[in-house]
């Protein structure tokens, strides 16, 4: 059964940040600062590093772990406390098992929950939120379907990305893009955006 | 004595605040500010609000105060492993909470009623 | 567009909330900050505030914020002979209300949008 | 009949305030930021320096505003604005009147009101106007019973006094020593201490 290697999709994750960097910088220039893409380059550039620092023998759970306490002392914007937990959250959940479906799909939920716990966002306000949520249930149900885990990222991904599309004609009520009231809507949410790259890199991380 | 920590996203915002609510507050009571992320820029740092949250705390609880929402859940995060109730949040204005904590922790109050006068500051008048 | 402008006690707070308002805000807001004494003091200066209404004015008002009391009654007397209500002086959280003016200003707001943008920092939550 | 001389006045104000500057500051260490000394000592100084760069003939409500306006620009604590406004409103009270005990009775009403307006401070506040109030009150009754101006000034300096004394077992409810709240019990307030002397100044710049 294959599973999913944490360093893998770490590295993948990225990858694909780093080379959307500018535009998930432009969406928050739009709505927010305009650091978005900078904090996720550089966080998950410093999780790279870490986890090959990091004894071979650490368990995808506790690399989840590093990974998460990395990002949130290396980005000092809100996605680094907001991936840092969920990815925290994510290694607890998966403790040392390897990241097969059902393991991918506890970790999801609990990313997201530590997500929902620390920012208080639900789906709507144009946050992260909305993509993470139906990734979450969509790699959940293609998992509970039997389906390889493959298909399974590949609908959470596509899930995450029509998520993230829903997220144009909202108005923030969560994060820095809240203070422009009616002046967010007809924007992507950035952390959406990521969201869905950092979901398809899952895909780009299966191994056996 | 009750510690302070002044979380901002601008170091100038954070020194600021610590020199004015000093100066009210009188020499003894741990304020600590941090400001900016570890290159300067505006943002937060993790790693430098830790160490502020262990200079101020002196035993007797640290209240926490930050300018905006991201400093929050920066705080919020690194708090995430102290289950002990030490380091109270509270979302408060960052200049006005910081100052009427300040104040009523130098006149000994306990942790609680530093919180309470830090969440107090949203609605007393300025005159 | 509506001007604003910052009045603290600490020019660092001052300069920090222009700063932090204005990477919210963009550019095009006019936003003076002004703090401390005439010699650097923690304190205010009418003259400097006199010189910052006036550069933030774009004939479509101003709306003021001060960090503590004292800075309220140095704008209010610098304000007495200004008759015609184009600075608008509200008793808002001295950052949260900056912030949040500013970027209403930035959005093309009225000058009375503007002052409750303000006023209406003092209840938002940060989360 | 005699009456007040404004250059007299500040003179005299500036002489003992400066005189007593250390005291104020002290009061003000206690329950404020320690300047009030600093910021008076400053402030009527340049009052001085501004007279006696006016035009001989300016008459003296001008002075008075003069002075006030100078107050204002010199000083960066409350007491610059409170007693700004104070001289100023007391100069239009006066206009190009004399200064005797009528005018002067006006005068400081106008200025107390303006005091009041500006800082929204009742009697009991522990605030200049614990002291300024009595003053004023008394120093009407007196004229109005017909007693000389040196009299009617001697019996506003002591009801100045006895309101600054009135100070000491209040809690502050206005200006910086509010935010102290029980702990400014037992303190005088050091804008009533420094509104005495102001008072107290009147007397020695009588003439005719
Ligand atoms: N309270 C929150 N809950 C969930 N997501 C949030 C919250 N606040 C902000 N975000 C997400 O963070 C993204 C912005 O991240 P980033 O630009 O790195 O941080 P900052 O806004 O501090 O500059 C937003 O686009 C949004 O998706
Ligand atoms: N709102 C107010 N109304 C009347 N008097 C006030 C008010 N606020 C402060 N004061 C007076 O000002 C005095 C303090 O003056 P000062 O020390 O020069 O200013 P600051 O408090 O700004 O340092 C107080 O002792 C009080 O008498
Ligand atoms: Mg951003
Ligand atoms: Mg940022
Ligand atoms: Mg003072
Ligand atoms: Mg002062």
């Known amino acids: ?208 | 004595m009750v510690g302070i920590v002044v979380v901002s996203h601008s170091p100038e915002i954070a020194a600021g605040i610590v020199a004015l609510a000093a100066q009210m507050a009188g020499p003894d009571v741990p304020l600590e500010g941090v400001g900016g992320t570890a290159d300067g820029g505006l943002g937060t740092d993790a790693g430098r609000i830790e160490a502020a949250l262990d200079a101020a705390d002196r035993g007797e609880g640290v209240v926490v105060l930050g300018d905006l929402g991201s400093a929050i859940l920066t705080v919020r995060t690194v708090l995430e492993d102290d289950e002990d109730g030490r380091f109270r949040l509270v979302d408060a204005p960052v200049v006005e909470g910081a100052i009427a904590a300040a104040v009523s922790a130098s006149a000994g109050l306990s942790v609680d009623e530093v919180v309470r006068a830090a969440e107090e500051a949203r609605v007393v008048p300025k005159l």
């Open chain 1, 1 to 208: 059964m294959s599973s999913v290697s944490v360093d893998a999709w770490m590295q993948e994750a990225s990858t694909v940040i780093t080379a959307n960097a500018e535009r998930l910088t432009e969406l928050d220039s739009a709505i927010g600062d305009g650091d978005h893409g900078t904090n996720l380059t550089r966080g998950f550039r410093a999780v790279i590093e870490a986890l090959a620092a990091a004894e071979d023998e650490l368990p995808p759970g506790r690399r989840l772990i590093l990974a998460g306490k990395t990002l949130v002392s290396k980005v000092g914007g809100a996605s680094g406390p907001l991936w840092g937990t969920a990815l925290r959250r994510a290694g607890r959940s998966v403790g040392d098992a390897a990241l097969d479906g059902p393991a991918l799909a506890d970790a999801l939920d609990a990313a997201l929950a530590g997500v929902v716990e620390l920012g208080s966002a639900e789906v709507g306000d144009k946050t992260m939120v909305d993509a993470l949520t139906p990734a979450t249930q969509a790699l959940r149900t293609a998992v509970e379907a039997g389906e390889p885990l493959a298909d399974a990222i590949t609908a959470a991904a596509d899930a995450a990305a029509e998520g993230a599309r829903s997220t144009v004609p909202l108005q923030a009520r969560k994060g820095r893009a809240s203070y422009l009231g009616e002046r967010s809507i007809g924007h992507e949410d950035p952390g959406a955006a990521s969201t869905v790259l950092i979901i398809t890199a899952l895909g780009r991380a299966l191994e056996g």
